[in-house]
């Protein structure tokens, strides 16, 4: 699976290849992309190297092979077709795709399975079917980095779809932001006026702070892998 950027990059190098015989410099693809640094454009061509999309050719400059391209991008020129949904209620933020209806809803970073980390940002969308959003919420995805929670088969790399919302009831996996600046993927427990985040790998242990040092910012409504 790749991204809405992954695909809009994709199709700009394989264009400038096919058209000058060498790759755009990743100035040139920050600018085509929109970016404000090009350490977007590392992220997203090393997720295409892991996704066997790409590959860097080391020690040499502006050196990228394109090992293959999706079904639907024969030839340069290629640009996803985003429609307005008919039926139903879309939910907040999103965008109907037509690809059976799926839902294109912004992916807006990292988070950490493991110990918190402050999230990184990006500025790129993901394609997710309907099934999985709730109605009337607000949804977004990240990708999980680290493996404290592969015991309930999230694993790393994975996307996961979050829907926006303050509460959570015990049990439920939630996106919990700590003291304001670091954000985790953990299990929600309450313990009276303590919060209680729990991995789901015996290798972590359970992280338990004050209510008021935790702030729930959504709960895990769905997961999307690439093999």
């Known amino acids: 699976m790749l991204t809405k950027k992954m695909l809009e990059l994709l199709e700009f190098i394989h ?24 350490s977007g454009i590392h992220r997203l061509i090393t997720s295409m190297e892991e996704r066997g999309y790409l590959r860097r050719l080391p020690h040499k400059a502006r050196a990228i092979e394109i090992l293959r391209l999706p079904d639907n991008m024969t030839a340069p020129g290629f640009t996803p077709r985003v429609i307005q949904g008919s039926g139903g209620e879309a939910p907040s933020g999103a ?73 959570a009831e015990n049990g439920e996996i939630v996106v919990a932001k700590i003291d304001d600046e670091s954000v985790t993927l953990k299990r ?11 991995p789901a790998n015996a290798a972590y242990v359970i992280q338990t702070y004050p209510e008021e040092r935790v702030q729930i910012q959504g709960k895990l409504v769905g997961l999307i892998r690439t093999y």
């Open 15 to 38: 264009e400038r290849q096919s058209r000058d015989g060498v790759p755009p410099s990743f100035d040139e693809m920050k600018d085509h992309l929109g970016l404000r640094s090009k």
């Open 95 to 167: 965008m109907q795709v037509e690809r059976g209806g799926a839902w294109d809803i912004p992916l807006q970073g990292r988070i950490a399975a493991g110990g918190p980390i402050e999230a990184v940002r990006q500025e790129e969308a993901v394609t997710v079917p309907g099934s999985m959003l709730s109605r009337g919420g607000n949804h977004y995805a990240l990708e999980v980095q680290g493996d404290s929670m592969i015991d309930i088969g999230i694993n790393d790399g994975d996307i996961v779809v979050i829907r926006e919302t303050s509460a």
């Open 188 to 198: 929600y427990r309450r313990r009276g006026r303590t919060i209680a985040l729990e």
